[in-house]
């Protein structure tokens, strides 16, 4: 059997009790062993400045070589104020610079994200979509996933309660597994 692949997995929030966490904590369980899941740490990371591009910090760094030793991403994010966190467009704006060292181009990418409200996490998603595609990181179209947040649907331990969400999770994280092969074996 191929070893499995390593994803780097963002999580745009970084509240203690994230639903996105947990939403990341799910798709790990229900990947199954051909992708091994990274969750890149991003609450460490300074403000983006382009004039620290030759000496970053350590942690700029450190982001950096954990999304180039990564096959794919998955980035798993809120919605706040019809967009993505500034936290996460920090660490996207840091892996993605200086200007011809973008250490995401052309990894195959997952978008999902949670939220409470009706239409999910839709017009964060979009945005990031728009990043993703400036910055050469082909992005699975289909199936979209807007999930909206209930209370109890996901545990701290990633364990999906509503059978019909778990069905649905675990279907697309099966389409992101083939979209992710199918990108890499046309390299």
Known sequence: MAAPRRVAVFIGSLRAESFNRRLALALGKLAGPALSFEH?????????NQDHD????E???????EVEAADALLFVTP??????????KNAIDIASRPYGKNSFASKPAGVIGTSIGQIGTA???????????YLDVPVMGQPEAF???????????????KESTAKFLGDWIKRYAAWVETHLAAR
């Open 147 to 161: 999930i909206q947040y209930t209370d109890g649907l996901i545990d701290d331990a990633g364990n999906v309660s």
């Open 59 to 65: 942690a700029s760094r450190r982001l950096k070589r």
């Open 79 to 88: 919605e706040y104020n019809r967009s993505m966190p500034g936290v996460l």
């Open 54 to 57: 030759g000496s970053a910090a």
């Open 40 to 48: 890149i740490r991003i609450d460490d990371l300074p403000h983006y």
């Open 123 to 133: 017009l964060a998603q979009q945005h990031l979509r728009n990043v993703l595609a």
